[in-house]
């Protein structure tokens, strides 16, 4: 029996433990002899935006720790790098404590800055795709989601991450483009997963997120560690382990593809035979209509941005990062003009003071 997927229980962050729970997958998994001695290997953390560990908004710092400890014995030189969705990069580093693991273990520090476009006519949507070009400069990559719920998309696991590889405001032009269609949004991601590739996936799952996520959300003990060098498969049996209610979007179009083999997925570990208990509270966003009047429901009835006024310091980070150009700022007051909003929850996502909840209301 082949097995897929590595699942292990870990209830605290402390990095010897982790890592010797990464050895024990990447050796389950045939995987020890994928990074080697000299190879310049990229870690992909979450970094959405500047928020402390204990939100679990971005990848733990001990798991950052421990995989660079692993990597080490390898003999690799390490590398880290991501394009938050709000804030610098360094910013993001200090505040989730990444900063001060990269100096401990001499790991350099990568800006998504310069770019690189890709023409590739066998992409799902993304015929040319613009990532950073940091994405093709390195031997490895080696993909460390955080497991979060999804306004948008169901859930953020490890497919969802690589969207950090789309430099800076073009992820909000992929928003604009998408709009309500979660579906093309997810083939895009998919599209960048097959420009990407990472040699394997490690998600951190030890504190997750549910609810309002992938920023607002309450944390949740889920006690997970997960690996696969296949990151599709890891996030749909990840979903599966979470009991999340159905099918997300990325993980139906990976079906759709052929890629995920149901009868055939195998996971081992110390969590493969278990399950969260109670499941995953997904995000309010997140549900779908599948009955007929479908688009007339969403245009109507669709979940959508409110601004919880007590809470809005009127910084205008949502107003600069909406795709559609939906928000401004009147006579001290965010309005939506919801018209033109595309229920992409980007400003629910990046509000540093959580002032945008997503609740029901009539609109177009």
């Known amino acids: 029996m082949q097995e897929h997927a590595y699942l292990a229980l870990c209830s605290e962050y402390k990095a010897k433990t982790i890592a010797d729970s990464l050895r024990q997958g990447l050796s389950a998994l045939n995987l020890e002899g994928a990074v080697k001695r000299g190879d310049r290997v990229l870690l992909k953390p979450n970094l959405v935006m500047a928020k402390t560990p204990e939100l679990a908004v971005t990848t733990h710092p001990e798991v950052v720790r421990a995989v660079a400890m692993v990597l080490n014995d390898c003999g690799a030189k390490l590398y880290l790098g991501d394009s938050p969705g709000f804030g610098s990069l360094e910013r993001c580093l200090e505040k989730s404590g990444l900063m001060a693991v990269m100096r401990d273990l001499d790991i350099t520090m990568v800006p998504f800055i310069e770019e690189a476009v890709i023409l590739e006519s066998e992409n799902l949507v993304a015929k040319k795709l613009t990532l950073a070009a940091a994405a093709f ?59 990407t590739v990472p040699t394997w996936n490690f998600l951190d799952g030890i504190v997750g997120m549910e609810g309002e996520g992938p920023t607002g959300g309450t944390p949740r003990d889920c006690c997970l560690l997960a ?122 996502e990046l509000c540093p003071y959580g002032a945008v909840r997503v609740g029901y209301g009539v609109g177009r």
Request: aromatic fraction near 8%; charge should be positive.
């Open 227 to 348: 690996l696969s060098a296949d990151a599709p498969l890891l996030d749909y049996l990840v979903e599966k382990w979470i009991g999340y209610p159905e099918l997300t979007p990325l993980s139906q179009e990976a079906h759709n593809l052929g890629w995920l083999p149901e009868e055939n997925l195998y996971a081992c570990g110390s969590a493969a035979l278990k399950q969260l208990s109670p499941a995953i509270k997904p995000a309010k966003g997140a549900n779908q209509a599948t009955f007929p009047g479908q688009r007339l429901w969403r245009r109507i009835f669709i979940r959508r941005p409110v601004i919880t006024r007590s809470r809005c310091h009127r910084c205008k980070v949502c107003v600069e990062h909406c795709p559609a150009h939906a928000m401004k700022l009147v006579d001290g007051k965010i309005v939506i003009d919801y018209k033109r909003c595309i229920r992409c929850y980007c400003c629910q």
């Open 137 to 195: 400069d390195y031997d490895k990559i080696i993909n460390l989601p955080k497991l979060k719920t999804h306004s948008m998309m169901g859930t953020s696991l490890a497919v969802k991450n690589l969207f950090g590889f789309i430099p800076g405001l073009r992820k909000a032009k992929w928003h604009l483009r998408a709009g309500h269609d979660r579906h093309l949004f997810a083939r895009v991601m998919l599209d960048i997963y097959r420009q």
